[in-house]
């Protein structure tokens, strides 16, 4: 049976951090991600990680600022956020297939196209 689940949001002041946590169940993912949707607005990718190589993509507005990584032994795939912003605020999506490296590159937190998502977890970031 597919699940993610997804841990970790919370309220933040600006500036301060958050740890999301994805825990995958039923299979191993080759291609795993976070999004984000505001009330609002569109969903858009935030981050993501090939499980296989380790190589990461981000979305321009989150560079520098947060860190996609996996722990395999836990089937796990981690967010770290810093420096947090307002802007931030929004539900949070764990995503994953299993696309091929070709598949899994930056172009897909535009296109989507992932088959298995999380529940969400609820950023919220004050000024």
């Known amino acids: 049976q597919v699940q993610l689940v997804e841990s970790g949001g919370g309220s933040v002041q600006a500036g301060g951090s958050l740890r999301l946590s994805c825990a995958a169940s039923?299979?191993?993912?080759?291609?795993m991600a976070w999004f984000r949707q505001a009330p609002g607005k569109e969903r858009e990718g935030v981050a993501l990680?090939?499980?296989?190589?380790?190589?990461?993509f981000y979305a321009d507005s989150v560079k520098g600022r947060f860190t996609i990584s996996q722990e395999n032994a836990k089937n796990t795939v981690y967010l770290q956020m810093n420096s947090l912003k307002p802007e931030d605020t929004a539900i949070y999506y764990c995503?994953?297939?299993?696309?091929?490296?070709?598949?899994?590159?930056?172009?897909?937190?535009?296109?989507?196209?992932?088959?298995?998502w999380g529940q969400g977890t609820q950023v919220t970031v004050s000024s």
């Open positions: 995503a994953a297939d299993f696309f091929g490296p070709h598949g899994c590159s930056g172009s897909r937190l535009r296109d989507v196209g992932f088959r298995y």
């Open positions: 039923g299979y191993t993912y080759s291609c």
């Open positions: 990680i090939y499980t296989g190589s380790g190589i990461t």
